[in-house]
């Protein structure tokens, strides 16, 4: 009865000791999206396109880009995370350009690696649009409405 006891107990402790995984990756890309991000930088583009995204905790978000000196556009719809995979689309039921491989660099910025064959790699920073020029934003609710949108 002993033996059966210390074998019992050791088994317990290889299955506690087990679970007790180091997982030391980084964040989670589904929670660390979630922010207001400003674009700054676009592989391959001299002139960067005036875009801030919203991505929100309920997997919605909102999109904000200027074209020329007007003013801007807001779009927004749902988006999904699978692991670092962000694919989403609009209120319109038209879907982004691309699905994204998420990523973070040193500095915290968030890091979009279109999926779609270009290879376009987007990098954003933590900052939100003014709350004036997001009143004063057109709201975009139909594809025909507007140009080619940024996601």
């Known amino acids: ?3 059966l006891n210390k074998i019992i107990i050791a088994l317990s402790l290889v299955f506690v000791l087990g679970s007790c ?8 890309v589904s929670d660390a999206i ?4 400003h674009l700054v ?5 001299n002139s960067i396109p005036q875009v801030y ?6 997997l919605s978000f909102e999109l904000y880009q200027k074209v020329g000196e007007g003013r801007y556009r807001k779009y927004d719809g ?10 989403g689309k609009y209120s319109d039921g038209e879907k982004w350009g ?5 990523s ?16 376009e790699v987007c990098t954003y920073k933590k900052e939100a649009l003014s709350d004036t020029d997001k009143a004063d934003a057109i709201v975009v609710t139909k594809s025909v409405e507007d140009g080619p949108r940024f996601l």
């Open 98 to 102: 691309s699905d994204y491989e998420a």
């Open 21 to 28: 995984g180091n997982d030391e990756k980084g964040p989670v």
């Open 53 to 58: 995204v919203n991505f929100a905790q309920n």
């Open 34 to 37: 979630v922010a207001e991000w």
């Open 1 to 3: 009865m002993k033996t």
């Open 78 to 87: 749902t988006y999904t995370v699978t692991g670092s995979l962000v694919s």
């Open 41 to 45: 930088n676009v592989s391959g583009l």
């Open 104 to 119: 973070f660099d040193e500095a915290g910025n968030l890091v979009l690696t279109a999926q779609n064959g270009s290879e």
